[in-house]
């Protein structure tokens, strides 16, 4: 099977979870989408359709829902318990240099939105045996986290470890920039594959060739 295979559950979910994305994203989003929720009327010419959609109105409860039972449920701000060792990097969790704040509001969000999120957390491929804490620091060497939304986990895998049921293998679709030239980059689909081998966890990286198969 290809890297790129969908798990059952995401091809039932993945019509429910586009659905739900198109109407939080409000009436912009709606239109873009087309005839898949306002169809053509009988004899109506295309003209006619575009005038007559850009003309239709979409009262967004969806999105009003979501920000509102968000409101609810951070109406205080989240208690967070760490170290103080740690503390300094709830300042900038994401390689996008977002604060921890940030990433919880997200969260809830996308689980609001769609029901399922998924949240990794990496740190830089580097040996550290040979550095010190000055070395690491002055390197920015840190764990970060990556938000995913449910439309981009699209297969998982569940398997006994130690008699016990663990998710042993996720993949990910992500967009990647290839730079063309020195100011142009391309996107590429990628896929990140998440598993366990041989008891260790490890990462891989795949896209799709132009023949259609992986590597």
């Not at 559950?9 to 009436?27: E, F, H, L, S, T």
């Not at 103080?84 to 969000?109: G, R, Y």
């Not at 045996?129 to 297969?155: E, F, G, Q």
């Not at 030239?181 to 132009?210: A, H, N």
Request: hydrophobic share 35%.
């Amino acid at each position: 099977m290809p890297v790129n295979s969908t798990h059952k559950v995401y091809d039932n979910m993945i019509p429910k979870w586009n659905r739900c994305n198109d109407v939080a994203g409000g009436q912009d989003s709606v239109h873009q989408a087309g005839t898949k929720y306002l169809p053509m009327l009988k004899d109506q010419t295309e003209a006619d359709y575009q005038a007559y959609k850009q003309r239709a109105t979409f009262y967004n409860a969806t999105w009003r829902t979501i920000v509102g039972l968000g409101g609810m449920l951070l109406r205080k701000p989240p208690k967070v318990e760490v170290p103080a060792s740690v503390t300094p990097l709830l300042k900038t969790v994401t390689n996008d240099f977002q604060p921890i704040e940030v990433v919880v509001n997200n969260v809830v969000e996308e689980a609001l939105k769609t029901g399922r999120v998924g949240l990794l957390v990496d740190y830089p491929n580097v040996d550290t045996d040979k550095l010190t804490k000055a070395d690491t620091d002055m390197l920015n060497l840190r764990p970060t986290i990556a938000l995913y939304l449910a439309v981009t986990i699209i297969n998982w895998k569940e398997s006994l470890v130690n008699n016990n049921r663990t998710l042993s293998m996720v993949v990910l679709v992500e967009d990647h920039e290839v730079p063309k030239d020195e100011f142009i980059s391309l996107c590429e689909t990628r896929y990140r594959v998440l598993d366990l081998t041989e008891g260790k966890y490890r990462q891989r990286i795949f896209r799709i060739k132009d023949d259609g198969t992986d590597e």
